[in-house]
């Protein structure tokens, strides 16, 4: 325990005394990592706002959502995520040595064979595109099989570009340069939008799913443009001696192949939801895509800017004696769980009580219709079940990366997909006949069901770390307090719903999650947690820092 204890301290000086690097630095890194994801996530919401209006719940929608679902085979298993776990542990620890030349030639050599066998992957997922619908979506047919067929076939080159890009976001997050690389899809959503807008009022419903497939691939290519200008200026040296980085290049391939079974695996979740959810009444597919984005973002700003802001820190942590690193990991994880809860509990409490108003507030409009917005709703409570294990369990994977163990969270990504597939049939097809209600909310079932997966999962990553490191995690009074503050602004705020039903889903929606937020960061400050004086500081040091920037010129 002593030991523990000096080791502790020790970390603690490491991350800059816990509230210095570990809730300084690195929250104003998380901060940047989230500011990015929301001005993505905003973009890729008026995205699909504008889609909803003008395609709704139609069968149009379910083609071109489940032929954006084929494409991104490509992005899942070689993108972001698998770089990150993969590359930036090798590429940031030769940068903690000091050995610049050799990482920029890993960071060339990394990029030659990615985009090498990403362009042979492209060219083959083209060309057996029918048969990938056959697996993907079977119970599509006739038009709706052929249009999703021509979609998947545009969009196939976009998804390539898109894990080049993510080639660009690993040596910028080395680097510590993190807002570049996350507002990058902003310029993927603005493409997007642009034709949304021009084709939506002059093209049928089919013809505009085909205008925003070409579009979605315009925009892969300016995202890759946005960040090539700080990327080229980070790699000095424009060589690849293949010879002097070839130990380098092994481990991150080595790291590679577990880490894309790894994804693989979790995403197979993915697409068995949208082999299900195929099979139900037309629209379901649509429902589920529209209500997994609105999931995505507290996972994306609270889950994944804490993980990836962590992952290079642990990373270069990696190189400490063992007992230090595992005190450095402990400090960094406790105090990043402690964010991801402030921030993603009071987002399930809301998609459970309060998600028919988001739902209407983003989507509702045009051809998405208030039972569609009812509808979605399903989808998105069955999401906040698990929508806590999916953010902490994404930094707990940061943890073990940075220890260059890919194979453990792989093992553990098995087991959530062997019981999602079991309780996603079973709550997607029988259940609803055996409660009595109409088959189409079998969808709700589905995300439901891998909500209770997700902590199964988490469970199992949290203990097999812990044994390894020692203890990490939320303390239960924490947590009680978290829940019924978040459960108790929500249910006041849905009272606020009942009396002002009469105000139509923008200015209703925008005030109902308005008091929520309100009363919820209230009773936050009056109960004095600390991660919101955190979150109040970072806020004050930056817009400080633009003040006399402003001042000095």
């Known amino acids: 325990m002593e030991a523990s204890a000096i080791a502790d301290a020790q970390a ?11 809730g300084g630095s690195t929250a104003n890194r ?55 776990a993969s590359f930036i542990p090798v590429y940031g620890k030769l940068l903690g040595e000091g050995d610049t030349e050799t990482a920029d030639m890993v960071a060339w050599g ?17 060309m057996v595109t029918p048969y990938l619908i056959d697996v993907i979506a079977p119970g599509f047919e006739g038009d709706k099989r052929e249009l999703t067929i021509q979609i998947v076939r545009i969009l ?29 899809p902003v310029a993927w959503n603005v493409a997007m ?18 205008a925003i497939s070409w579009a979605s691939v315009v925009g892969s290519a300016l995202q890759i443009a946005v ?23 092994r481990a991150v391939f080595r790291n590679l192949t577990p880490v894309v079974a790894s994804r693989g695996v979790v995403n197979l979740t993915t697409y068995v939801d949208n082999v299900l959810s195929s099979l139900l009444p037309t629209g379901a597919v649509a429902a589920l895509n529209y209500g997994q984005l609105l999931y995505m973002m507290p996972i994306s700003l609270f889950g994944y800017s804490v993980a990836a802001s962590e992952l290079p820190a642990m990373s270069r942590a990696a190189g400490a004696m063992p007992e230090q690193m595992n005190a450095i990991l402990r400090t960094r994880l406790n105090h990043g769980l402690r964010q991801i809860a402030f921030m993603v509990i009071p987002s399930s409490a809301a ?66 997909v062997a019981l999602t597939l079991v309780l996603g049939y079973l709550c997607a097809i029988p259940l609803p006949h055996l409660i009595g209600i109409a088959q189409k909310w079998g969808v709700a079932g ?51 719903k009942l009396r002002i039903a009469g105000l139509g889903p923008r200015i209703g929606g925008l005030a109902i999650l308005s008091v929520y937020g309100g009363i919820y960061l209230l009773g936050a400050w009056m109960m004095k947690m600390p991660e919101l004086r955190l979150i109040v500081a970072q806020i004050t040091r930056r817009f400080g820092a633009r003040a006399n920037d402003r001042s000095l010129r």
Do not use: C
């Open 446 to 496: 589905l995300t439901a069901s891998a909500g209770v997966a997700g902590w199964v999962e988490f469970a199992l990553l949290r203990a097999s770390l812990n044994k390894r490191i020692g203890w990490t995690g939320l303390e239960q009074s924490y947590l009680a307090r978290l829940w019924t503050l978040s459960i108790g602004a929500a249910i006041l705020a849905f009272g606020l």
């Open 12 to 22: 603690q000086n490491e991350s800059g005394n816990a509230s210095g690097e570990a």
């Open 193 to 210: 939008i642009a034709a949304l807008l021009w084709y939506g009022p002059r093209r049928s419903q089919d013809g505009l799913a085909i």
């Open 227 to 249: 960040q090539a200008p700080a990327t080229m200026a980070l790699l000095s040296k424009h060589r690849i001696d293949f010879a002097r980085v070839a130990a380098p290049l």
């Open 110 to 126: 990394v990029g030659a064979i990615l985009t090498l066998g990403v362009s042979v992957l492209v060219a083959l997922g083209v």
């Open 156 to 184: 196939f080159p976009g998804a390539g570009l898109l894990v080049i890009s993510a080639w660009f976001l690993g040596v910028l997050n080395s680097h510590h340069k993190f807002f570049i690389s996350y507002t990058a």
């Open 351 to 416: 998609f459970l009580i309060l998600g028919d108003v988001i739902v209407a507030l983003i989507y509702q409009s045009g051809a998405f219709t208030h039972s569609d917005s009812i509808y979605v709703w399903g989808v998105v409570a069955g999401s906040g079940i698990g929508l806590l294990a999916a953010t902490m369990g994404r930094l707990y994977n940061s943890a073990f990366y940075a220890l260059f163990d890919t194979r453990t969270p792989l093992r553990f990504a098995m087991i959530r």
């Open 30 to 84: 998380a901060g940047t990592i989230a500011g990015g994801v929301l001005l993505s996530r905003i973009a890729g919401l008026i995205r699909d706002s504008i889609f909803a209006h003008y395609l709704g719940n139609s069968a149009t929608a379910d083609a071109f959502k489940a032929g954006f679902r084929i494409p991104n085979i490509l992005q899942n298993l070689f993108g972001e995520g698998v770089l990150s």
